[in-house]
Structures are given as C-alpha cells and as structure tokens.
C-alpha cells in the first residue's frame, strides 16, 4: 500500500475518534447545537480530505505518466465549505456556526496530531 494511502487511512481513525466524540457530545450534553454544528463541519472535513486525496492520486498519477495534471480541485473544497455554513446559517436553532467553521478545521488538526505521532515514533525508534 503506498504510503499516502497508509496516511490517509490513519486519518481516518482520527476522524472515526473525533466524529465518535462529538457524537456522544450530542447526545450527553446540553450543547446539542455545537456538537451537531461539529459533526456536520467535521463530515465536510473528511469529504474534502478524501477528495484532496483522491485528486492528489490522479495528479501523481499524471506526473508519473508524463502526461497533463488536473488541478486539485480548490473549488469543490471550498463549495462544500460555504454549503456547511450555509447549511448552519439557514438553521441557526439546530445547528451553531461557530461549531461548523471550527469542524471544517478539524482536517488541519488531524495532519497535525498525525504529524506529532509519526515524529514521536521516528523519535522513539531512534532512541533505541
């Protein structure tokens, strides 16, 4: 399996945790309306995680072929961001902005506790 692959599935099991987490928020506390603005901000976040992955894929894959390279696709991300906000926007009762925004960044956190985790293992391996 090639490594951006292995990457990218790790990912998604912080994904699972956090999206597992904001679940039982919903339904254990009384901020129902964060939790449910996270859960839909952080299924935004993994659909544009996949399609980065699957357009860096076919980019790769175009490269390595020498043929012409797609662009990544900026405007599909972005069109599935303003979605969610203006999914939140059009039921503010049931759904906080703030909680949306804030899952639409849950990407960024995952590649960086990612990151952290694979430094702290090379760093272990190392040591021994």
Same mark, same amino acid.
């Given at each position: 399996? /090639?490594?951006? &692959?292995?990457?990218?599935?790790?990912?998604?099991?912080?994904?699972?945790?956090?999206? *597992?987490?904001?679940?039982?928020?919903? @339904?254990? &506390? /009384?901020?129902?309306?964060?939790?449910?603005?996270?859960?839909? @901000? &952080?299924?935004?976040? !993994?659909?544009?995680?996949?399609?980065?992955?699957?357009?860096?894929?076919?980019?790769?894959?175009?490269?390595?072929? $020498?043929?012409?390279?797609? &662009?990544?696709? #900026?405007? #599909?991300?972005?069109?599935?961001?303003?979605?969610?906000?203006?999914? *939140?926007?059009?039921? /503010?009762?049931?759904?906080?902005?703030?909680? !949306?925004?804030?899952?639409?960044?849950? #990407?960024?956190?995952?590649?960086?506790?990612? #990151?952290?985790?694979?430094?702290?293992? *090379?760093?272990?391996?190392? $040591?021994?």
């Amino acid at each position: 399996m /090639p490594e951006s &692959t292995e990457k990218f599935m790790r990912h998604m099991k912080y994904f699972l945790f956090f999206l *597992a987490f904001f679940v039982i928020g919903w @339904g254990f &506390t /009384p901020y129902q309306d964060w939790f449910l603005g996270l859960i839909l @901000g &952080t299924v935004i976040s !993994v659909y544009n995680h996949w399609l980065l992955h699957q357009k860096v894929k076919k980019f790769t894959e175009a490269v390595a072929e $020498g043929r012409k390279a797609m &662009t990544l696709g #900026s405007f #599909s991300r972005m069109a599935a961001a303003v979605l969610g906000v203006v999914i *939140a926007m059009r039921f /503010p009762e049931t759904l906080n902005l703030y909680g !949306v925004i804030i899952g639409i960044m849950t #990407s960024y956190i995952v590649i960086i506790i990612d #990151s952290f985790v694979t430094l702290f293992k *090379a760093v272990g391996k190392r $040591g021994e």
